[in-house]
């Protein structure tokens, strides 16, 4: 009995791809893939649905098929693209299929219903998979490119390092900012670390007291950690909520913040006489003479 | 304007979610930088007690339009444990998690009104109103 439904399906192939391309192309007017053009659109149908019935004659998942989804996750189409065609796949072979003979009895609706079944579902099986691995692989590679900004440290000067930190700070990047801050301090030797936070945008009391954690492992291990970078809101928010930043040093700019790293380490900035000036001066003293 | 109501929080990235939107809400009505600044970190502690306690909960916002004043609420519900004692935890500096323990004093700080009701079995409902000035 399958195999009588076999052979009916891919006889009359030639009809049912028919089917499902008008009933595609239909459905196609009110929904996502109206911006793709009109061209590309139906070769993906074909080959789609070439795809499909490549699978039935082959009895299981063909690596055209891999390839074809992996080319649609590329092109970022929606995996309701997919779904909702094979759906509409298994509406049309059934329909097609029930039409061709004249009795219909129960259990010849459930062989049916099964032979399709046991031939669509693992495509949309496959299908979904590769999507859903896609994305996985997608998000984790973000997960790990975010990683590497999450708490850079910069050794701009002998004995001052900075840390500047950008973005939402959670749990475990709090971690990862105490530990890149010890290791960067004994490996750089910094007498100072600058942590700037203009890039925070909210001190509430879990990163406030992430960040007294830090400062204060900073000072255990000889070192001073100035906070820089608090904007005037979030000076008011950090007051309002009676936070306690009295034990380390902080500034309102990362530039008086190093002005105070390089006080702290006996240093200054001197500006020096340029030439120009030099030969200025030359001038004048002979105009003097 | 779309307004969206409510985030649930489930996972920690919830609540910058949470407070993105309040915050967002906030700009929409005409808070200042400061005011956004402080409805955002209280939103950001009440979503962090819901994630910490109760593991999940709500975030939702509403718009108060009254006669006289506009504002800003914003209700956290949970269904977690419950606080056992209110005035204990309303007091600076006491925490059952090792932090600050300025998150629900704070948060009473930052905002014009703030109410609190918990219950062993219902869970915690805090609300809180900034008035746009």
Redesign the interface.
Same mark, same amino acid.
Do not use: I, K, M, Y
């Given at each position: 009995m399958p195999e009588r439904v076999q052979k009916i399906i891919i006889e009359n192939s030639d009809i049912i791809i028919k089917n499902w391309l008008e009933i595609v192309s239909e459905k196609r007017q009110n929904d996502y893939t109206s911006s793709i053009s009109e061209e590309l659109f139906q070769s993906t149908n074909r080959e789609f649905v070439n795809m499909i019935f490549a699978s039935l004659e082959q009895q299981g998942l063909t690596k055209d098929l891999e390839e074809f989804s992996e080319r649609l996750v590329n092109l970022g189409w929606p995996l309701s693209y997919l779904t909702d065609g094979l759906q509409t796949f298994r509406r049309v072979v059934i329909d097609f299929v029930l039409g061709q003979t004249d009795k219909i009895d129960t259990d010849y609706f459930s062989v049916i219903l099964d032979r399709v079944d046991s031939w669509v579902d693992p495509i949309i099986n496959k299908l979904v998979n590769e999507y859903s691995g896609n994305w996985e692989h997608t998000v984790s590679l973000q997960r790990v490119a975010l990683q590497e900004l999450s708490a850079p440290l910069i050794p701009v000067m002998r004995n001052i390092t900075i840390m500047p930190l950008i973005g939402t700070i959670d749990t475990e990047r709090a971690k990862l900012i105490m530990e890149n801050l010890l290791e960067g301090v004994i490996k750089h030797n910094a007498e100072v670390v600058l942590m700037d936070i203009t890039g925070v945008p909210v001190v509430d009391t879990m990163v406030a007291h992430h960040i007294i954690q830090a400062a204060e492992a900073v000072r255990l291990i000889g070192s001073n950690c100035i906070l820089v970078g608090i904007r005037p809101e979030i000076a008011q928010t950090i007051v309002n909520l009676g936070i306690d930043l009295g034990k380390f040093p902080t500034k309102s700019s990362l530039r008086k913040g190093f002005e105070t790293a390089l006080e702290l380490t006996n240093r200054k900035i001197i500006r020096q006489k340029d030439s120009a000036s030099a030969i200025e001066e030359m001038i004048e003293s002979l105009d003097k003479e | 304007m779309d307004f969206k109501p409510c985030v649930t929080i489930r996972k !920690?990235?919830d609540i %910058?979610g949470a @407070?993105q939107l309040g915050r967002k809400h906030a700009k929409e009505l005409g808070f200042g930088? %400061?005011d956004? =600044? @402080?409805i955002?970190?209280a939103i950001? !502690?009440l979503a @962090?007690n819901i994630y910490l306690y109760a593991r999940t909960g709500t975030i939702c916002f509403e718009v108060i339009d009254e006669l006289d004043k506009k504002g800003l609420k914003i209700v956290a519900k949970d269904n977690g444990p419950g606080i056992r004692d209110i005035s204990q935890v309303m007091q600076?500096g006491y925490s059952t998690s090792g &932090?600050? /323990? =300025? &998150?629900l004093? /704070?948060v009473k @700080?930052?905002m014009d009104f703030f109410e609190i009701r918990s219950d062993s079995e219902k869970g915690t409902e805090i609300e809180a109103i900034k008035w746009l000035r």
């Open positions: - | !920690e990235w %910058v @407070r930088t %400061v956004q =600044a @402080r955002a970190t950001s !502690e @962090r600076d &932090g600050l /323990g =300025a &998150g004093p /704070g @700080r930052l």
